[in-house]
């Protein structure tokens, strides 16, 4: 019964913030490593930043570094993405995974997916 549920998404103006939601249960986020998504119409589907069980380590893809923060509250078996400063080149599904295996930008590490949530950027 492993499930992961992304929520939080929606249509923003460039320049404005969201934070999206990964609902986790079957599992406990700490005990596993858990990373973000996204894919664009048209392109390959891209990692963008991740957390490994112990919160001590963390990944950010460059085109998101600086802008995007990841977090975890164990409690509530919730995983974060804080996105701030968007831009119309953020739009796209936004995903979230597990994997067993260290944090990594690999699709082929992450055996659950969720259902993603739309994130668009427009003015």
């Known amino acids: 019964q492993v499930q992961l549920v992304e929520s939080g998404g929606g249509l923003v103006q460039p320049g404005g913030s969201l934070r999206l939601s990964c609902a986790a249960s079957g599992f406990s986020l700490n005990s596993y490593t858990t990373g973000w998504f996204r894919q664009a119409p048209g392109k390959e589907r891209e990692g963008l930043s991740c957390i490994n069980s112990s919160g001590r380590r963390t990944y950010y893809a460059d085109s998101v570094k600086g802008r995007f923060t990841i977090s975890r509250d164990n409690a509530k078996n919730t995983m974060y993405l804080q996105m701030n400063s968007l831009k119309p080149e953020d739009t796209a599904v936004y995903y979230c995974?597990?994997?067993?295996?260290?944090?990594?930008?690999?699709?082929?590490?992450?055996?659950?997916w969720g259902q993603g949530t739309q994130v668009t950027v427009s003015s």
């Open positions: 995974a597990r994997t067993y295996y260290s944090c990594s930008d690999s699709l082929r590490e992450y055996e659950y």
